[in-house]
Nanobody, 124 residues
Framework: QVQVVESGGGLVQAGGSLRLSCAASGRTFRTDAMGWFRQAPGKEREFVGASAWTGGGTYYADSVKGRFTISRDNAKNTVYLQMNSLKPEDTAVYYC?????????????????WGQGTQVTVFS
């Protein structure tokens, strides 16, 4: 059974940094893409970034481009979301999702497995 677990959320002052981790287990993920999404209070879940698991491209929402970076450790089946220069508007529950195809997607419905989410709160 595939499991996806996020960690690393917390409370941080504006301008600070956090690194989220997403650990996937249950099978190999060499050819799977991974996406990060977030949902702020009272808002719909939105795309943050996506990356192919091995090789391929990485891309980001305009709102986080230049501040957030996705990286991965294939040996650990773990993907990271490094978040720098955080703003209060980045406050949300962040979700990791795995897609059973090589390339990522902006659309939630394209992902097969989801984590439970981790809370990120940025205060000014």
């Amino acid at each position: 059974q595939v499991q996806v677990v996020e960690s690393g959320g917390g409370l941080v002052q504006a301008g600070g940094s956090l690194r989220l981790s997403c650990a996937a287990s249950g099978r190999t993920f060499r050819t799977d893409a991974m996406g990060w999404f977030r949902q702020a209070p009272g808002k719909e879940r939105e795309f943050v970034g996506a990356s192919a698991w091995t090789g391929g491209g990485t891309y980001y929402a305009d709102s986080v481009k230049g501040r957030f970076t996705i990286s991965r450790d294939n040996a650990k089946n773990t993907v990271y979301l490094q978040m720098n220069s955080l703003k209060p508007e980045d406050t949300a529950v962040y979700y990791c999702a795995v897609r059973g195809l090589r390339h990522g997607s902006l659309f939630e419905s394209d992902y097969d497995y989801w984590g439970q989410g981790t809370q990120v709160t940025v205060f000014s």
